[in-house]
């Protein structure tokens, strides 16, 4: 379904304080985007680093107004870079990591280890050696087969861990970013649970609690109370993870949940001596990003269709591609249009497409074009695809810019090979 004609407005996809200036362009963190464009090049990931820290704030925030048993644990899968985990720690947040390379980065970034939690449904031997000499606070068990390489790798320390658990719940979202499901690859189903935790204990880890994570981009609250309601059936124990997932606005048609009714699903069922962990990643920096690329072609296909075609695509967003994920996109300098287009990527592929059906302003090659929202997994899914560099990460605020990623190059792309 085709969007309809914008008025040249900054919607609430953007970052916070957005704004077009007096020369009608989009300014982020202060920073004009045609000028960004001139001096990072394109395509580039921008941040506005104090939108980042406004929402880290208004999670702890709260959460604080209504419990003091609580730990937000930023996802770092979502947005992973020395620079973002240095904010995020800075912000008193811990965090979530899924692999050594995460670790690696948390660890670079300042987070303390005792407030890291390794998630995954198949760490290797590796992984876990590299979790329990940094001192991980918490691993989190996903199978049986982890608690026999922990039973090996930990034995005597007491390794602290967590259990996932797999609640049957199926929210309202896509299905390749469903978990809570019982078809689930993570987690220990609901008929599992009470071996998997005797199999810890038998194992020598002191089990902290319990884990539960039911999808993304979730914007259906009363599926929270549910999970929180089902680990609540399930012992007393001093820390429950009820996940993350808390859905974002990628098109100013979306109206996800306010971060208050989201804290507030997650406690009304959850049991008062309980520390409840949440695992916000998306809707702590997806907004916070956008992408900027150069326009290169326009192609009428009189009768059929406008392309408008920007120098990235699968390479620096591949979300449209996997599950179809809808934006919005704008010139920098004029915003509002009544062109209808769709932004398609260099890449050679019929389906890299970034954008359908979005009205452009008289778009032109050489136009810097922007796509908001993509603050989460654009730079996590990065590839190389074509052979094709990754694009430089820039944080803004209060009208400077300062490159937190540089761009790669082309001796980037030879750098691992054997000659």
């Known amino acids: 379904m085709a969007s309809t004609p914008q008025t040249a407005t900054v919607s609430h996809v953007y970052p916070l304080g957005s704004r077009l200036n007096e020369r009608g362009r989009l300014e982020v963190g202060g920073c004009d985007m045609i000028e960004l464009a001139a001096d990072f090049g394109t395509p580039a990931y921008v941040y506005a680093e104090d939108d980042m820290r406004s929402r880290a704030r208004g999670y702890r925030e709260a959460f604080r107004g209504r419990t003091e048993r609580f730990e937000i644990v930023y996802a770092s899968k979502?947005?992973?870079?020395?620079?973002?985990?240095r904010l995020m720690a800075e912000e008193g947040l811990s965090c979530d990591i899924a692999s050594g390379g995460e670790l690696h980065l948390a660890l670079a970034g300042g987070f303390p280890p005792e407030r890291i939690y390794m998630h995954g449904n198949n760490k290797s031997e590796a992984d876990l050696r590299m979790a329990i000499e940094q001192g991980v606070g918490h691993i989190v068990v996903d199978s049986f087969d982890e608690i026999d390489r922990l039973e090996r790798l930990a034995a005597g320390r007491g390794q602290r861990v967590m259990l996932r658990v797999t609640p049957g719940i199926s929210p309202t979202?896509?299905?390749?970013?469903?978990?809570?499901?019982?078809?689930?690859?993570?987690?220990f189903g609901l008929a599992e649970v009470p071996r998997a935790l005797e199999r810890c204990g038998e194992a020598g880890l002191e089990l902290r609690g319990l884990h539960a994570h039911i999808g993304s981009q979730v914007f259906e609250l009363e599926a929270y109370e549910r999970l929180a309601e089902v680990l609540a059936g399930m012992g007393d124990w001093p820390l429950l993870n009820l996940g993350g997932g808390l859905g974002i606005a990628y098109t100013r048609d979306d109206e996800p949940p306010?971060?208050?009714?989201y804290a507030e699903a997650l406690l009304r069922r959850a049991p008062e001596g309980a520390t409840v962990l949440c695992e916000p990643g998306r809707s702590l920096v997806g907004n916070a990003g956008v992408t900027i690329y150069r326009i290169g072609t326009v192609k009428h296909i009189p009768n059929v269709r406008t392309y408008v075609s920007v120098d990235g695509g699968m390479s620096d967003n591949l979300r449209p591609m996997l599950y179809?994920?809808?934006?919005e996109?704008?010139?920098a300098d004029r915003f509002g249009g009544e062109v209808l287009c769709?932004?398609?990527?260099?890449?050679?592929?019929?389906?890299?497409?970034?954008v359908r059906d979005v009205f452009l302003a008289d778009p032109r090659p050489g136009d810097v074009l922007v796509v908001p929202a993509t603050g989460a997994y654009g730079h996590a899914m990065a590839n190389n695809y074509n052979s094709v560099p990754r694009p430089p990460v820039v944080f803004c605020k209060d009208g400077d810019a300062r490159l937190v990623v540089r761009r790669e190059i082309y001796e980037d792309l030879t750098a691992r090979d054997v000659q």
Do not use: N, P, W
Request: one cysteine or more; a negative charge.
């Open 78 to 85: 979502a947005f992973a870079c020395t620079a973002v985990c």
């Open 173 to 187: 979202t896509h299905s390749s970013i469903q978990t809570g499901q019982e078809d689930s690859k993570f987690g």
């Open 258 to 261: 306010t971060v208050e009714d």
């Open 324 to 327: 179809g994920a809808r934006y």
């Open 329 to 331: 996109a704008e010139i």
């Open 342 to 354: 769709t932004v398609a990527g260099m890449h050679c592929e019929s389906g890299d497409i970034l």
